[in-house]
Every structure is written in structure tokens, then in C-alpha cells.
Nanobody, 121 residues
């Protein structure tokens, strides 16, 4: 199974930048989509950005033009560059990976433990 380790969260002021990183390890045949989701207390987890194995990206409207997702397929890592951060971006961010464990077209999903981003005004 794939395990995810996130890093890069922290406390910044509004307008500043942070970069989140997530490394996937463990047995798998292939990794399909990688992405970032976030979840505020009492709310549903929401998509922030995803990137396919072919490099196609998808962003939430609230982060378009401010956040950039990228991945290193050789290292099985995904990063989220967050610029022009706003107080409303304050939340726990979770890494997400969709993968095929054995090459039989099964699909599994792995989640990271989350990393807290706090943006002060």
C-alpha cells in the first residue's frame, strides 16, 4: 500500500507564500492522479488541486491563479505552490493519491495525515 508524508505547512501572513510537498512510498504498480484537498472544521473536504499522470491539472475556483500544483513522477512526489495566501486559506491540507496497486486496473486511494496552513491577516 501507498503511504503519504506531507510537509511544508506553517504560519504565514496574508499575501505570503508557502509550498506543500507530499512524498508517496510503498508498493504500487502505478500512480494515477495526485492532489491536494483541504478540510475546515465542520465542513466537507474539498478539492484544492489535482494533477493527472499525464500532467493535466484541475483547480478549485478559489485558488486558481494563486496556487500551482506539480508532480515529479520519478520521485512520486506532488507539490503545491501557494502564493498570495489569504486568511480563508487557513485549514488543514491533505495529500491524495489514486493508484493501481498491482496492475490489474484496481483503484485505491491514499490520504496523508494533513498539514496545517495558517494565514494571519
Amino acid at each position: 500500500q501507498v503511504q503519504l508524508v506531507e510537509s511544508g505547512g506553517g504560519l504565514v501572513q496574508a499575501g505570503e507564500s508557502l509550498r506543500l510537498s507530499c512524498a508517496a512510498s510503498g508498493s504500487h504498480f502505478s500512480i494515477n492522479d495526485m492532489g491536494w484537498y483541504r478540510q475546515a472544521p465542520g465542513k466537507q473536504r474539498e478539492l484544492v488541486a489535482t494533477i493527472s499522470s499525464g500532467g493535466r491539472t484541475k483547480y478549485a475556483d478559489s485558488v486558481k491563479s494563486r496556487f500551482t500544483i506539480s508532480r515529479d513522477k520519478a520521485k512520486n512526489t506532488v507539490s503545491l505552490q501557494m502564493n498570495s495566501l489569504k486568511p480563508e486559506d487557513t485549514v488543514i491540507y491533505h495529500c491524495n493519491v489514486v493508484y493501481d496497486p498491482l496492475g490489474y486496473a484496481d483503484i485505491l486511494v491514499a490520504w496523508g495525515q494533513g498539514t496545517l496552513v495558517t494565514v494571519s491577516s
